[in-house]
C-alpha cells in the first residue's frame, strides 16, 4: 500500500480507521450470531432428524421456508429501518431472532419444524440489508468492497467457528432432561438478545451524532458522504423516494440482473453452510470429526474473501472481481461430480467457497454504486430478497434430489448452473455499462 504523503490523506485515514474500528468488529459480532442461529440447525440435524422424524425433503422445506419468510418481510423491513433509524430496528431484528430461535428448540415434529423455520426467517428479515444500506452511511464508495467484505466474513467464520462450537454442544444430549440438538439452539441463540440489546447503546445512527469522532472528523465525512449522495441524485434527478423506490427497482433490468447474479452466491452461502455437515457425515464420520473438517472450507473462505475486497477497492475494478469468483465456483462445484473421494471433495468444496465468499465485497460495491441514491434502501434490499427466492427454491430442491438419486454432487448441480450463469450475466453487465456508470471507482479522495 503506497505511503501517505499528505495531512489530508493522514486525516482521512484517521478518520476512516476511527469509524471502522467503532462499527466494524460490533456488526460482524452481530451478523456471525445471526448465521450461526441460520444454519446451526445443519449440525443440529445429525441428531434432530431421527428424533423427531425429518425425511430429507421435509428438512429441506422447512430450510426454504425460512426464505420465504425472509422475502416476504425484507424489504419492508428495510424500509421500516429508514424511518425509525438503524440502532433501534437492527437491535430490534436481533433480539427477535434470538428469541425464536430459543424457541425452536422446542418444535415437536415436522410441522412445527418448517413453523420455526418460517418465524425465524420473518424475524432475521431485514438485517443483512439493513447493514448494508447502514454502512453507506458512513462510509464512502471507494472503502466500501472492503468494507461489505470485513463485515460479510461473519458467514465463513461463523461456520469455521460455529462448526466445532455445534459438535460439542451435541455432547450435552440429555443434561437437565434437554436433547443435545436443543442445547445446541438454545444456547447459540441467547447472544442474539444481548448483542441486540448492546445495539441501542452501541450504534450511533450517523456521523452527525459519532461522539466518537472530533467535529472537525464529523464534519469532514458529513461533506464527503453528501457531496458524493448529491453527486449521485444529480444523475438520476427523477428517482421515486419509499414505496416508490420499490416500484422503481422491480421494474428495473439493472436490479434483476444483479439479482440473478446474487442468487447464486447466496444461494450456494446458505446450503452449503445448511447441507454441508451432512455431506461430510456421509463419509463415515463422527460428529467431532464432522465438526472439524467444516470448519477447513470456511476457514480459507474467510481470509480470502478480505484479501479479494481490499484487491477489489485498490484498483477500482468491480465486473472482473465479482465474475471470476463466480467462475471457480461453478467450475468447483462440476468437479464434486468427478470424485468420491473425502479430500478431494474437501479441496473442491474450499475453492467453492473460496470463490463464493470472495464475491460479496466487490458484488455489493457494484451495487451500491449502480443504485441512485434514494432507491439505495430499497434497491439493496430488493435485490437480496429477489436473491433469496432462489436460494430458497434451491435449499428445498436440494433435499429432494439427494432423497431421490442419494447423490450430493448430483443434488447440488443448480448450484453449478445458476452461479455459471451469474459469471455470464455479470461480463453482459460489464459490456452495456461506462466507466462512469460504476466499472470503477476512484482512489479515495483527499480531504479538502
Not at 433501534?88 to 412445527?112: D, E, Y
Not at 427466492?389 to 450430493?408: D, K, N, W, Y
Request: aromatic content about 10%; proline content about 5%.
Amino acid at each position: 500500500m503506497a505511503a501517505l504523503t499528505t495531512p489530508e490523506e493522514a486525516f482521512e485515514s484517521r478518520t476512516m480507521r476511527k469509524v471502522g474500528l467503532r462499527l466494524i468488529p460490533f456488526l460482524v459480532l452481530c451478523y456471525f450470531i445471526a448465521y450461526v442461529d441460520r444454519v446451526n440447525v445443519g449440525f443440529a440435524a445429525l441428531t434432530m432428524n431421527r428424533d423427531l422424524g425429518l425425511s430429507t425433503a421435509a428438512f429441506g422445506l422447512g430450510g426454504g421456508l425460512f426464505f420465504v419468510a425472509y422475502v416476504l418481510f425484507e424489504v419492508p423491513s428495510n424500509l421500516a429501518m429508514e424511518r425509525v433509524g438503524a440502532r433501534i430496528w437492527i437491535a430490534r431484528i436481533m433480539i427477535t431472532w434470538g428469541l425464536v430461535g430459543i424457541g425452536s428448540a422446542f418444535v415437536t415434529g415436522p410441522v412445527s419444524f418448517a413453523v420455526a423455520r418460517f418465524l425465524l426467517g420473518a424475524a432475521e428479515a431485514g438485517f443483512f440489508p439493513g447493514v448494508i444500506l447502514y454502512l453507506t452511511y458512513w462510509f464512502p464508495k471507494a472503502y466500501r468492497a472492503r468494507i461489505v467484505a470485513m463485515f460479510m466474513v461473519a458467514i465463513p467464520l461463523s461456520s469455521f467457528f460455529g462448526s466445532p462450537l455445534s459438535a460439542a454442544l451435541l455432547t450435552l444430549d440429555g443434561t437437565a432432561g434437554l436433547r443435545g440438538w436443543q442445547w445446541l439452539l438454545i444456547l447459540e441463540a441467547v447472544p442474539a438478545v444481548l448483542l441486540g440489546l448492546g445495539a441501542l447503546a452501541l450504534l450511533p445512527s450517523r456521523p452527525a451524532s459519532a461522539t466518537f469522532l472530533t467535529q472537525e472528523e464529523r464534519d469532514w465525512l458529513t461533506t464527503r458522504l453528501d457531496t458524493e449522495r448529491r453527486s449521485a441524485e444529480a444523475a438520476s434527478p427523477h428517482a421515486a423516494h419509499g414505496f416508490g423506490a420499490v416500484r422503481a427497482v422491480l421494474a428495473s433490468r439493472q436490479v434483476w440482473l444483479l439479482a440473478v447474479i446474487y442468487a447464486g452466491s447466496s444461494a450456494t452461502s446458505n446450503t452449503l453452510s445448511l447441507w454441508m455437515p451432512q455431506i461430510l457425515k456421509g463419509f463415515g464420520l463422527s460428529n467431532l470429526e464432522t465438526g472439524l473438517l467444516n470448519m477447513i472450507p470456511f476457514g480459507i473462505a474467510s481470509a480470502f474473501m478480505i484479501f479479494w475486497g481490499l484487491r477489489a477497492d485498490r484498483s477500482g475494478e468491480r465486473i472482473w472481481s465479482t465474475a471470476l469468483p463466480l467462475a471457480l465456483t461453478s467450475l468447483s462445484f462440476a468437479l464434486t461430480l468427478l470424485t468420491g473421494s473425502l479430500w478431494v471433495t474437501l479441496v473442491l468444496l474450499s475453492l467453492v467457497l473460496l470463490g463464493n465468499y470472495a464475491i460479496k465485497g466487490p458484488f455489493f460495491a457494484l451495487a451500491t454504486e449502480t443504485l441512485p441514491p434514494a432507491q439505495v434502501a430499497a434497491g439493496i434490499a430488493a435485490i437480496n430478497t429477489l436473491a433469496h427466492l432462489g436460494t430458497g427454491a434451491i435449499t428445498s430442491l436440494i433435499g429432494v434430489l439427494r432423497e431421490q438419486t442419494g447423490s450430493f454432487p448430483i443434488a447440488l448441480l443448480p448450484l453449478c448452473a445458476l452461479t455459471g450463469l451469474g459469471c455470464a450475466l455479470v461480463f453482459w453487465i460489464g459490456r452495456h455499462r461506462g466507466p462512469e456508470r460504476g466499472l470503477r471507482v476512484a482512489a479515495p479522495a483527499a480531504r479538502g
